[in-house]
C-alpha cells in the first residue's frame, strides 16, 4: 500500500510538472484580456520562466492588471486549496506571489495579489511546441526578448545626453543600427552611402509621420502596403520598425509604454531565419519576440552580462516608476 501511494504522488508532481508547462505554452500565446476573481483585467505579456526549484512556478511575469503593468511571480494549483494543502501560506517564498492561477476556485480566500482561473481542459489540450529541454541553456526565451527591448529602449535613453530633438534621436539611432548591420556582414541590402536616404524614407513614411503625430501604432506591421512603408521592403522596414522605432517609442511616451510592450508580444515575424531554425530546430519563429529572444540569447551567451533578473527591476524601477 505505501508503495502504491508512493508511486502515485510521484505520476501527481510529474502530471502537475506537465500541466505547468503547457500552461507556460498557453500564457505565451495568449492573445486576449482575461478577468481575474476580483473582477480586474489581467493581459499577461510575459509569462516568466519556469521555475524547475522550490518556489513560485512562474518567476518575473509582466502583465497588465486593469492597464497597470506589473511584474511578479506566479504560482498555478488545479484547484485553489492546494495554496494550503501545500503549506505555501507558511513558506515566505510565497509571500509576494503576484498570480494565481487555479483550474478550479473552491475557496473564498484570495491568496496572491490577483486569481486567475483556466479550466483544466484548456491547458491539458495544448500541445507544446517549444522544446523545453534546451532552457537549461536559453533560460527563458521570453525573458531575453524582454532584456533585448530593455536593452534598446536604454540605447534611445542615452542619446537624449547628447540630442535634445526626438526627431533627431529617431533618425540617430536608425543610423547607428543599420550600420552595426553592415558591420555584422549581414546580407548587404544597401550600399553605405544610402544609409542616409533610407533613413528619410523611414521616418518620413506615412505610418511611422502618423505615430509621431498621436496616431495608435498599427496591429501587424507585416501587413502595411508599399504607400504605408514609403517603398521600403517589409523585411528592411519591419526590422527598423521593431529595433528601432518601436523602443524609441517606448521611451518616448510613458503614457502608453503598457499598450506599446503588449504589442511587442503580440507582432509577428515577417519571415523566418533559416539560420537560427538550423541552430533551435524546436523554437518557433511565429512572432518577433521569439526571433529577439534568440538573438539576444545568441548575443549574451558568453558574455558576463547582468541577468535577465536583474534587468527586470532595472525596467521596473525606471520605466514602471516614472509612470
Given amino acids: 500500500m505505501k508503495r502504491q501511494n508512493s508511486i502515485k504522488k510521484e505520476s501527481d508532481i510529474l502530471h502537475e510538472r506537465q500541466m505547468q508547462i503547457k500552461l507556460h505554452e498557453l500564457l505565451i500565446g495568449a492573445n486576449r484580456v482575461m478577468q481575474g476573481v476580483s473582477g480586474k483585467t489581467i493581459h499577461i505579456l510575459n509569462p516568466g520562466r519556469i521555475n524547475p526549484y522550490p518556489g513560485p512556478d512562474f518567476l518575473d511575469m509582466a502583465m497588465l492588471i486593469n492597464g497597470k503593468l506589473m511584474i511578479g511571480n506566479g504560482e498555478f494549483h488545479k484547484i485553489a486549496s492546494d495554496w494550503f494543502s501545500h503549506k505555501h501560506h507558511l513558506d515566505p517564498r510565497y509571500a509576494d506571489v503576484l498570480l494565481h492561477i487555479v483550474c478550479k476556485q473552491d475557496i473564498n480566500v484570495q491568496v496572491a495579489k490577483e486569481t486567475l482561473i483556466i479550466p483544466h481542459d484548456e491547458i491539458s489540450a495544448i500541445q507544446s511546441k517549444v522544446a523545453y529541454v534546451s532552457l537549461t541553456n536559453l533560460d527563458d526565451l521570453q525573458d531575453y526578448a524582454f532584456r533585448r527591448l530593455m536593452r534598446r529602449c536604454n540605447e534611445v535613453h542615452v542619446l537624449e545626453f547628447s540630442i535634445s530633438d526626438p526627431k533627431e534621436q529617431l533618425i540617430a539611432y536608425c543610423m547607428i543600427f543599420l550600420k552595426k548591420r553592415m558591420n555584422q556582414r549581414r546580407r548587404i541590402f544597401v550600399q553605405s552611402e544610402d544609409l542616409g536616404a533610407i533613413i528619410q524614407m523611414f521616418i518620413h513614411s506615412p505610418i511611422i509621420h502618423a505615430i509621431m503625430n498621436g496616431a495608435e501604432i498599427p496591429i501587424d506591421i507585416t501587413i502595411l502596403n508599399v504607400r504605408s512603408r514609403n517603398g521600403i521592403y517589409t523585411h528592411l522596414f519591419s526590422e527598423l520598425f521593431v529595433n528601432v522605432f518601436h523602443p524609441f517609442l517606448v521611451n518616448l511616451q510613458s503614457e ?39 538573438l539576444e540569447f545568441l548575443r549574451t551567451e558568453y558574455s558576463g552580462g547582468i541577468s535577465c533578473g536583474e534587468c527586470n527591476l532595472t525596467y521596473l524601477h525606471y520605466y514602471v516608476s516614472v509612470q
Fill in 256 to 294: 502608453n509604454r503598457g499598450q506599446l510592450i503588449e504589442w511587442y508580444w503580440l507582432q509577428r515575424s515577417v519571415t523566418q531565419y533559416r539560420s537560427l531554425s538550423r541552430r533551435f530546430p524546436d523554437i518557433p519563429q511565429q512572432y518577433m519576440w521569439q526571433q529577439q529572444g534568440i
